[in-house]
């Protein structure tokens, strides 16, 4: 409760709300409601109240008759006509905030559109951008009249003209950027030519984006019975969870669409989540090809004013289907009928900042209290889901074999040690002395495609054109100032770059300490495009990582050039490994399959074997067969020897038999507690008295089944200039956990001075 002095004293049996403001703390504030906003006020609506010294946008959480005690202020304005959060939303809400021991104010924030409960809310009304517009008006001056008219006024015939070419409207914004003044544009208005006024702008995002016209294919038999099950599921009062086990081009694709049309056949909106901004275009025009302008996109790729606009869209009714990355798991679909998560086993829907809520969890839950259908899907399901598909939590269907009948590629080991070649089971392997970025193996295939004109696919799940910089003579490597991390090199920048707080700084010419020479080591994907450069110099090579991809739709030019055949060798990292269906590729080529393998990760096998099946799967997908080249120094890891021969089954068998003894999940629940600071001294400290007192915590209130491990350096244990320890939970069940956490967070969540826990509910990563 706000308890400022300056407050206002309650009267008795005012009305009061419980609002929650994007701030992090564990509680909601009390506001007394006047008159004329409480006639009004409900839950889900937007309210600005005064906090501290200053006014704050926040989101009515609860209204009621209630007497608090001590003083209590007044709210200020109520910025929505009608609740722009749900009652489901809430919902939904409110129970990430509790699972994941999260803020409210920040779940809100986190559901919403950018800048909704930003602190000033005077662009945004709740239903979208409001702009000044210039409109012609109906009596408009013939050609031989505009003489007469507009005499010496140049300028604003010209204007005039301009707006006639833009179809006769346009905002002040946009004819500003063509040159014209406001005093220019005005004399319209007072001539008569022209009203100015103040109307809602709809942008349209896919400008210059248009749906390919697609065939409308004819599921195969597997496909139609997978449809025809979930379309019975879509049908009941309680359809749960399905996982759809698909190998790469079985046509998981196709059984979404037809799943949405089902849905809105029957009146009901969905959702499609894709882990990928770079998969969107595509995903999107796949999808309006079928579905026209009933789909709105989100995602942070777009423009705050496009993504309103399109969360507008659908909470209006006016479009029934959203997609989008994690944060669309909270679009405002009504009448849901569908969620499906395409990729889930992806670590990209968990948000890494606070709320830390995982979109898979948030999806099965919304779908279950909504009574729609949460559809996983995937050729290589995370463990959590496999596990709950064999338990029978989940519905399990697999498309077991591709649409085209054309078998999956022939995986090779590359053996880049050096020395005699051990063979690896199901694959052949095969030495590359010295370990080069193409090895000789990978170097004739790659020829050989280009002969045939066929395409390539290269990944190398590491940027820029070094990993360190490193003096010859005393060993010194170059390291970000505000992260334990060794800057990497981009040449084309000439910069040395922190991955991880961003710091960059000019490459040294020499040590600063023993005034020798330096050398460049490791090798990122900036360095691959110049050895594939040097050694093919005919062929088209795009590149796309991070540093390719930082303008809007950059993701879908590069691919469109791709599907074009403008482009004989597509080079990225892990953003090319994922929904790409290029029928020329039949060579994909992996530069080093150890850079995940080597992470100080429980999961760092699950990634590495996931990503190695996913990009492997982008070959072969047309008439000619696939061929996979794996560089590696560690070709007798079963994650490898699994990828090899796309054994999914036994790699999750043999993994969930690695994670039994040390209790990670799925077998127990886990989560991570990180305390940072700027000194090492004051973390460590904290990170122990805090890891005691939940030990403490467990002991007195005989939490049975609920241990903690550590407290430890995180693996990172600097990053961006907060030294960093953690220790972790492990839990039986997730009830006891929470309550815990709960606890924790209450009691310990706000420590003093420049001090932090953040508290990481079911982590994708440790590091």
Same mark, same amino acid.
């Given at each position: ?49 005064? +906090?501290?010294?200053? #006014?704050?946008? %926040?989101?009515?959480? *609860?209204?009621? !008759?209630? /007497?608090?005690? @001590?003083?209590? &202020? =007044? ?84 204007? +005039?003209?301009?707006? #006639?070419?833009? %179809?006769?409207?346009? *905002?002040?914004? !946009?004819? /500003?950027?063509? @040159?014209?003044? &406001? =005093? ?95 998969? *969107? ?487």
């Amino acid at each position: 409760m706000d308890k400022s002095s300056n407050g206002a004293r309650m009267t008795r049996s005012a009305p009061t709300c419980e609002v929650a403001l994007p701030r992090p703390v564990y509680q909601t504030f009390t506001y007394i409601l006047p008159e004329e906003i409480h006639r009004r006020a409900r839950p889900g609506m937007r309210l600005r109240v005064p +906090f501290g010294k200053r #006014e704050a946008i %926040g989101c009515i959480d *609860t209204v009621s !008759e209630g /007497e608090p005690s @001590g003083r209590v &202020r =007044s709210a200020l304005e109520l910025l929505d006509p009608e609740p722009i959060l749900s009652p489901e939303l809430l919902d939904i809400c409110r129970w990430v905030a509790r699972y994941y021991v999260a803020p409210l104010g920040l779940v809100f924030r986190a559901a919403l559109p950018p800048g909704l409960l930003a602190e000033s809310a005077d662009e945004s009304d709740g239903g979208g951008l409001v702009r000044k517009v210039l409109r012609l008006s109906q009596h408009l001056p013939t050609l031989e009249e505009r003489e007469r008219v507009f005499g010496r006024a140049i300028r604003q015939r010209e204007a +005039f003209e301009a707006l #006639e070419e833009l %179809g006769g409207a346009s *905002t002040l914004v !946009e004819l /500003e950027g063509q @040159g014209f003044s &406001r =005093s220019v544009l005005g004399g319209l208005v007072k001539r008569g030519v022209a009203d100015l006024s103040e109307e809602r702008v709809e942008r349209d995002p896919f400008r210059g984006l248009e749906p390919s016209a697609e065939p409308r294919h004819q599921p195969t038999p597997e496909q139609a019975h997978v449809i025809e099950h979930l379309t019975g599921m879509l049908g009941e009062s309680a359809p749960g969870s399905a996982l759809l086990r698909g190998v790469t081009g079985s046509g998981k694709t196709l059984v979404y669409v037809r799943l949405i049309e089902r849905a809105l056949e029957s009146g009901r909106g969905a959702i499609l989540l894709v882990p990928e901004i770079s998969l *969107t275009p595509q995903t999107v025009q796949r999808f309006r090809a079928a579905f026209g302008d009933a789909v709105a996109v989100l995602h942070s790729g777009l423009s705050a004013g496009e993504r309103l606009d399109a969360w507008q869209s659908l909470r209006d009714g006016r479009k029934r289907i959203a997609i989008g990355a994690r944060s669309a798991v909270f679009a405002p679909i009504h009448d849901l009928g569908v969620i499906i998560l395409d990729e889930e086993h992806e670590g990209s829907y968990k948000q890494s900042e606070t709320p830390r809520y995982h979109a898979r969890a948030v999806a099965a839950v919304r779908c279950q209290r909504e009574a729609a259908l949460c559809l996983l899907g995937s050729a290589t399901p995370s463990l959590e889901s496999w596990s709950n598909a064999q338990s029978g939590r989940y519905t399990l269907l697999e498309l077991p074999k591709r649409v085209t009948d054309h078998p999956l590629p022939h995986v090779q080991l590359v053996d880049i040690r050096g020395g005699e070649s051990p063979r690896s089971n199901g694959g052949s392997g095969t030495r590359a002395p010295g370990g080069p970025a193409l090895s000789g193996p990978l170097r004739e295939a790659i020829e050989g495609r280009l002969e045939k004109g066929e395409q390539c696919i290269v990944l190398l799940n590491r940027r820029g054109f070094a990993t360190f910089v490193q003096c010859e003579n005393c060993g010194k490597v170059w390291s970000c100032e505000h992260c334990n991390v060794s800057l990497t090199y981009h040449r084309r920048q000439q910069t040395i770059i922190c991955h991880h707080c961003g710091f960059r700084e000019r490459p040294p010419v020499h040590c600063d300490e023993c005034e020798t020479r330096i050398s460049y080591s490791g090798i990122g994907t900036e360095q691959v495009e110049q050895r594939l450069g040097d050694a093919f110099p005919a062929a088209r090579i795009a590149r796309m990582d991070l540093d390719t991809t930082a303008t809007k739709w950059s993701h879908f030019r590069i691919l469109e050039r791709m599907r074009q055949r403008e482009v004989d060798i597509l080079l990225g990292t892990q953003m090319i490994a994922k929904g790409l269906d290029f029928p020329e590729v039949t060579l994909v080529g992996v530069i080093n399959a150890d850079v995940g393998l080597n992470l100080p990760d429980f999961r760092a096998s699950e990634r590495t074997f996931q990503l190695l099946s996913q990009v492997a799967g982008r070959a072969g997908r047309g008439a000619e067969p696939g061929e996979v080249i794996v560089q590696t120094s560690r070709p007798g890891h079963f994650a490898l020897r699994a990828a090899v021969e796309h054994d999914y089954m036994g790699f999750a068998g043999r993994e969930l038999d690695d994670r039994l003894e040390p209790g990670y999940p799925p077998h127990r629940r886990l989560a991570n507690v990180v305390v940072s600071g700027r000194s090492e001294t004051r973390v460590t400290d904290l990170a122990g008295l805090l890891a005691d007192w939940t030990r403490g915590l467990i002991r007195s209130r005989s939490l049975d089944g609920v241990d903690v491990v550590g407290p430890a350096p995180c693996p990172i244990d600097r990053l961006r200039g907060r030294w960093r320890w953690h220790f972790l939970l492990k839990s039986d069940g997730p009830r006891r956990l929470g309550s815990v956490l709960r606890y924790l967070a209450v009691h310990h969540g706000q420590p003093s001075g420049d001090l932090r826990i953040e508290i990481d509910r079911d982590p994708e990563s440790l590091l």
